[in-house]
């Protein structure tokens, strides 16, 4: 290979705190040493004391100049952003060795590249799923604690191949092995699969579906249930769900006399029904016009009770008829007016859902909360896996929320507790949210409030007790801020719409100048990865997944071509009904 330092006039021209200006006088010269050069490329600015500073290319201008001959030439000027320097084959982020002014400046060649990575992390150390996406030979590892434990997002628009991404990611966590043992390694991920996109991906996966998913009714907390149950915007919804709280807390009560201390939020089973039924009983309530607690039935039963309590204990018993109101001597109920009728019946309504059955119905009330924390954490036996897949197409809309929440609550608690009763974490979990924006977006709406909540808890908590997030969206500008400010690894793909890439470039941790503004170009599989499992910011190529996930677009035009389709309008409206 020339010297191209003995007949090429490069040199720095300028140096800012952010950016190193350098001019060429025969770029076709200049970029010998490699068979293309271009914004993204690598340069080598050195001095005397065998320190390069490593260089990435931002822009190209040109300039014209006049000798003394008055002959117009060509000057190229290359604007480059500094990752780090080179020093004895070692990578060193940032880095002030470089003595002012460097002597020369020439291309990177692909060893000195390909030795910024191979020396950044230990053997041990290093997680693999991509290629350096001008240098394909050039392996591009992260650091898997830093990658794994930091919370990731992993962002790019309809096409840029984000799925693939995430399905290549995991799939390298599952094969990764400290020994050579045979069997399933601890890798424990739970996706939120929102458009039943990676059975295929993970064919050993532990998938649960809407038909399969056993979700019970007496783990929701207090947000979840308001979710639930009450109707944004009633202003009677602060005394419905103190009396929910209230009721609810009795039932568990009821229904757990062996347990030390019961609290609304506490995971204890209770019958729903008994709600139902001690708030229709307050709908038809009567009561001794001198003693609210004396209250009398048709049946000619009397009772009198010493606290509201243990009256609305009774009244979970089932169905009663009140003795008819008088005047002067039997009063209605203070909830008598109909003040509630309208919450009774919603929450009726909600439990004989058919489509709620997941949540309300007979196998999820019987389901114990061993077997609720198996389920979901891949230990269900003879069902063991390492990926647990959440397929959410059928959850209807109006519990997706509540659904997310109450999963990633669990498991995040499922964490806590284990760090709690062992004093370690040996089984950390990574969950993965599919389309983050449809149950995290940046909005103050009601039926967004659950999910929010426990998406921000793990990713402001979760990294303490084992619990880390990966967050994927095609819109992240509509992704909880508070949630994308958390995470610490960024994989960028394209982005075509303004406002998330100027809400990209916002969030990102390192200053990058212009090379954010090539998001757009990108082609499917590109990403620019930042982030503190890194080793400096670049843009990289995914290596396809195997076997791939269900995202490929449909091929409008090649099955427009074909003959007309018939269609079975039966079948379709008899699975729209389920």
Request: some cysteine.
């Given at each position: 290979m020339a010297d191209v330092t003995q007949t090429v006039n490069a040199e720095v021209i300028a140096v800012f705190p952010n950016k190193v200006r350098i001019s060429v006088d025969d770029l076709t010269s200049f970029k010998h040493a490699e068979e293309s050069l271009r914004v993204g490329s690598y340069l080598k600015v050195s001095d005397n004391d065998n320190v390069a500073l490593i260089c990435i290319i931002e822009s190209f201008s040109i300039e014209l100049h006049e000798d003394k001959d008055k002959k117009s030439h060509r000057i190229y000027i290359i604007d480059a952003y500094p990752l780090g320097t080179l020093k004895a084959g070692k990578f060193k982020r940032g880095g002030d060795e470089l003595a002012i002014p460097p002597k020369k400046v020439t291309p990177a060649t692909s060893k000195e590249v390909a030795a910024i990575f191979e020396t950044a992390f230990a053997e041990k150390d290093r997680f693999g799923f991509t290629v350096l996406s001008r240098h394909r030979d050039i392996t591009v590892p992260v650091h898997g604690n830093r990658f794994f434990n930091k919370h990731i997002a992993v962002v790019g628009a309809t096409g840029s191949g984000k799925s693939h991404t995430i399905a290549r990611i995991l799939q390298s966590a599952v094969a990764e092995r400290a020994s050579a043992y045979s069997g399933m390694n601890n890798a424990h991920i739970v996706i939120f699969d929102i458009h039943s996109e990676y059975k295929t991906a993970f064919p050993n996966a532990n998938i649960i579906?809407?038909?399969?998913?056993?979700?019970?009714?007496?783990?929701?907390?207090?947000?979840?249930?308001?979710?639930?149950?009450?109707?944004?915007?009633?202003?009677?919804?602060?005394?419905?769900?103190?009396?929910?709280?209230?009721?609810?807390?009795?039932?568990?009560?009821?229904?757990?006399?062996?347990?030390?201390?019961?609290?609304?939020?506490?995971?204890?089973?209770?019958?729903?029904?008994?709600?139902v039924d001690c708030l229709l009983n307050l709908t038809r309530e009567t009561k001794d016009a001198d003693n609210d607690l004396h209250i009398m039935t048709t049946g000619g039963e009397d009772k009198t009770f010493t606290t509201n309590d243990e009256k609305l204990k009774w009244f979970c018993s089932g169905p009663l008829e009140f003795t008819a109101k008088k005047q002067g001597k039997i009063n209605k109920g203070a909830y008598a007016d109909g003040t509630i009728d309208k919450f009774v019946r919603r929450i009726s309504s909600k439990i004989g859902n058919p489509r709620l059955q997941f949540l309300f119905g007979e196998?999820?009330?019987?389901?114990?909360?061993?077997?609720?924390?198996?389920?979901?954490?891949?230990?269900?036996?003879?069902?063991?896996?390492?990926?647990?897949?959440?397929?959410?197409?059928?959850?209807?809309?109006?519990?997706?929320?509540?659904?997310?929440?109450?999963?990633?609550?669990?498991?995040?608690?499922?964490?806590?507790?284990?760090?709690?009763?062992?004093?370690?974490?040996?089984?950390?979990?990574?969950?993965?949210?599919e389309e983050a924006h449809k149950y995290a977006p940046r909005s103050e709406l009601a039926r967004y409030r659950a999910s929010l909540t426990a998406i921000e808890r793990v990713a402001k908590e979760g990294r303490k007790y084992g619990t880390s997030l990966l967050i994927a969206s095609q819109r992240p500008s509509e992704v909880s801020?508070?949630?994308?400010?958390?995470?610490?690894?960024?994989?960028?793909?394209?982005?075509?719409?303004?406002?998330?890439?100027?809400?990209?470039?916002?969030?990102?941790?390192?200053?990058?100048?212009?090379?954010?503004?090539?998001?757009?170009?990108?082609?499917?599989?590109?990403?620019?990865?930042?982030?503190?499992?890194?080793?400096?910011?670049?843009?990289?190529?995914?290596?396809?997944s195997d076997p791939e996930p269900s995202s490929n677009d449909i091929p409008f035009f090649e099955l427009w071509k074909r003959e007309w389709q018939p269609v079975d309008f039966v079948k379709l409206a008899k699975e729209w009904r389920l």
């Amino acid at each position: 290979m020339a010297d191209v330092t003995q007949t090429v006039n490069a040199e720095v021209i300028a140096v800012f705190p952010n950016k190193v200006r350098i001019s060429v006088d025969d770029l076709t010269s200049f970029k010998h040493a490699e068979e293309s050069l271009r914004v993204g490329s690598y340069l080598k600015v050195s001095d005397n004391d065998n320190v390069a500073l490593i260089c990435i290319i931002e822009s190209f201008s040109i300039e014209l100049h006049e000798d003394k001959d008055k002959k117009s030439h060509r000057i190229y000027i290359i604007d480059a952003y500094p990752l780090g320097t080179l020093k004895a084959g070692k990578f060193k982020r940032g880095g002030d060795e470089l003595a002012i002014p460097p002597k020369k400046v020439t291309p990177a060649t692909s060893k000195e590249v390909a030795a910024i990575f191979e020396t950044a992390f230990a053997e041990k150390d290093r997680f693999g799923f991509t290629v350096l996406s001008r240098h394909r030979d050039i392996t591009v590892p992260v650091h898997g604690n830093r990658f794994f434990n930091k919370h990731i997002a992993v962002v790019g628009a309809t096409g840029s191949g984000k799925s693939h991404t995430i399905a290549r990611i995991l799939q390298s966590a599952v094969a990764e092995r400290a020994s050579a043992y045979s069997g399933m390694n601890n890798a424990h991920i739970v996706i939120f699969d929102i458009h039943s996109e990676y059975k295929t991906a993970f064919p050993n996966a532990n998938i649960i579906g809407v038909d399969d998913l056993l979700l019970p009714f007496w783990l929701l907390n207090a947000e979840e249930m308001e979710e639930m149950f009450l109707e944004s915007g009633d202003n009677n919804n602060y005394n419905q769900a103190s009396l929910l709280r209230t009721i609810v807390t009795i039932c568990k009560e009821s229904q757990n006399p062996l347990a030390n201390k019961v609290y609304f939020d506490s995971p204890l089973p209770y019958k729903i029904q008994e709600v139902v039924d001690c708030l229709l009983n307050l709908t038809r309530e009567t009561k001794d016009a001198d003693n609210d607690l004396h209250i009398m039935t048709t049946g000619g039963e009397d009772k009198t009770f010493t606290t509201n309590d243990e009256k609305l204990k009774w009244f979970c018993s089932g169905p009663l008829e009140f003795t008819a109101k008088k005047q002067g001597k039997i009063n209605k109920g203070a909830y008598a007016d109909g003040t509630i009728d309208k919450f009774v019946r919603r929450i009726s309504s909600k439990i004989g859902n058919p489509r709620l059955q997941f949540l309300f119905g007979e196998k999820a009330a019987t389901l114990t909360f061993e077997e609720v924390l198996q389920q979901f954490t891949g230990y269900t036996e003879k069902r063991e896996s390492n990926v647990t897949i959440l397929d959410l197409s059928g959850i209807p809309f109006e519990t997706l929320s509540i659904t997310v929440s109450l999963i990633t609550r669990i498991l995040f608690d499922y964490s806590y507790y284990y760090r709690r009763a062992e004093a370690k974490c040996d089984t950390p979990l990574l969950l993965v949210y599919e389309e983050a924006h449809k149950y995290a977006p940046r909005s103050e709406l009601a039926r967004y409030r659950a999910s929010l909540t426990a998406i921000e808890r793990v990713a402001k908590e979760g990294r303490k007790y084992g619990t880390s997030l990966l967050i994927a969206s095609q819109r992240p500008s509509e992704v909880s801020e508070t949630i994308f400010s958390q995470c610490s690894n960024f994989l960028a793909m394209r982005l075509t719409n303004p406002d998330d890439q100027a809400y990209v470039k916002r969030l990102l941790p390192d200053t990058l100048g212009n090379l954010t503004a090539g998001l757009p170009a990108l082609e499917s599989g590109e990403a620019l990865m930042i982030g503190e499992a890194s080793v400096m910011p670049c843009v990289v190529y995914v290596l396809p997944s195997d076997p791939e996930p269900s995202s490929n677009d449909i091929p409008f035009f090649e099955l427009w071509k074909r003959e007309w389709q018939p269609v079975d309008f039966v079948k379709l409206a008899k699975e729209w009904r389920l």
